[in-house]
């Protein structure tokens, strides 16, 4: 059955083709959830809520976009609705930002050091972003992992186009500082 | 242009390009060209992480309690087996 017969065949209550969707994108959908919270327990509670949604309105689904796409966004929605009511809101997300990183010049002037070109790996990199502070991670992973554009993430966020780039050009030198300091103590174990 | 003018505006211009002057500041710059380097390079690993981990076998539990819960399914409850994977 193709993924097309199954939507066709979910819409009609199908529950054998509710399970041949769940398989083909819960994979997708917790990851998204849990590199945006963190948390393995509240990544499962957002899957679980992100395809009971997609399930109430499957109904809705036209085909004008791709079906992972609407079910992407959907699960983005359901991950950003849940972050609002811990008390996250938009604004707190700017205070995210270290204070040192907006005063004085940057660290980096002045000192060279080694690229991190060739010497990431994927596990660390993982590691590193599980690791940023929340708002940080979440502008990170729509923008860099999943592929939104700052225009986008600033309607989803409620911000404006130069905080979600400001936020995530904070993220990014948070991980290059994280991969760095990896990597020299990496080096140091092995001397 | 100096270093810091430079990477005040970074954010802004790394994925669409600056200025002439900002431009040429990266060009001659090796600290700022490594750290602009370094940047693309982090967003160009994160392109290609992949959607690693699987949710444990509740979370579909929960689900078909849900569904069957609120009527929006019209058999019976299926054993769990997805089919075909």
Same mark, same amino acid.
């Given at each position: 059955?193709?993924?097309?017969?199954?939507?066709?065949?979910?819409?009609?209550?199908?529950?054998?083709?509710?399970?041949?969707?769940?398989?083909?994108?819960?994979?997708?959908?917790?990851?998204?959830?849990?590199?945006?919270?963190?948390?393995?327990?509240?990544?499962?509670?957002?899957?679980?809520?992100?395809?009971?949604?997609?399930?109430?309105?499957?109904?809705?689904?036209?085909?004008?976009?791709?079906?992972?796409?609407?079910?992407?966004?959907?699960?983005?929605?359901?991950?950003?609705?849940?972050?609002?009511?811990?008390?996250?809101?938009?604004?707190?997300?700017?205070?995210?930002?270290?204070?040192?990183?907006?005063? !004085?010049?940057?660290?980096?002037?002045? *000192?060279?050091?080694?690229?991190?070109?060739?010497? @990431?790996?994927?596990?660390?990199?993982?590691?590193? @972003?599980?690791?940023?502070?929340? !708002?940080?991670?979440? @502008?990170?992973?729509?923008?860099?992992?999943?592929?939104?554009?700052?225009?986008?993430?600033?309607e989803m966020m409620g911000c404006s186009i130069g905080n979600s780039?400001?936020?995530?050009?904070?993220?990014?030198?948070?991980?290059?500082?994280?991969?760095?300091?990896?990597?020299?103590?990496?080096? *140091?174990?092995?001397? | 242009?100096?270093?810091?003018?430079?990477?005040?505006?970074?954010?802004?211009?790394?994925?669409? !390009?600056?200025?002439?002057?900002?431009?040429?500041?990266?060009?001659?710059?090796?600290?700022?060209?490594?750290?602009?380097?370094?940047?693309?390079?982090? *967003?160009?690993?994160?392109?290609?992480?992949?959607?690693?981990?699987?949710?444990?076998?509740?979370?579909?539990?929960?689900?078909?309690?849900?569904?069957?819960?609120?009527?929006?399914?019209?058999?019976?409850?299926?054993?769990?087996?997805?089919?075909?994977?």
């Amino acid at each position: 059955m193709s993924e097309a017969e199954a939507i066709d065949r979910a819409k009609g209550g199908d529950a054998e083709c509710f399970e041949l969707l769940y398989g083909l994108h819960k994979r997708r959908v917790y990851s998204l959830c849990l590199r945006m919270v963190g948390n393995t327990a509240e990544a499962e509670d957002l899957t679980q809520e992100a395809f009971l949604q997609l399930y109430r309105k499957i109904a809705t689904f036209r085909g004008e976009s791709a079906f992972s796409t609407w079910l992407h966004r959907l699960a983005v929605n359901v991950v950003l609705m849940h972050l609002r009511k811990k008390g996250l809101p938009e604004v707190s997300l700017e205070e995210a930002m270290e204070p040192q990183q907006e005063d !004085g010049p940057k660290k980096d002037i002045g *000192a060279r050091d080694n690229v991190l070109a060739g010497s @990431i790996d994927r596990v660390n990199l993982e590691r590193a @972003i599980e690791s940023l502070p929340p !708002g940080y991670r979440i @502008i990170f992973v729509l923008h860099d992992i999943e592929g939104y554009e700052h225009n986008e993430i600033a309607e989803m966020m409620g911000c404006s186009i130069g905080n979600s780039k400001s936020q995530l050009h904070k993220a990014r030198m948070k991980l290059r500082d994280l991969l760095k300091t990896s990597r020299a103590e990496k080096a *140091a174990t092995r001397r | 242009m100096t270093c810091a003018e430079f990477q005040k505006v970074l954010p802004y211009i790394i994925e669409t !390009g600056g200025s002439e002057e900002e431009e040429s500041h990266l060009a001659s710059c090796p600290v700022c060209s490594d750290l602009v380097q370094d940047l693309r390079y982090i *967003a160009e690993q994160a392109k290609l992480l992949l959607p690693m981990r699987e949710p444990s076998p509740q979370v579909w539990d929960n689900i078909q309690d849900s569904l069957e819960r609120e009527g929006l399914v019209k058999t019976g409850r299926s054993k769990g087996k997805i089919l075909g994977l």
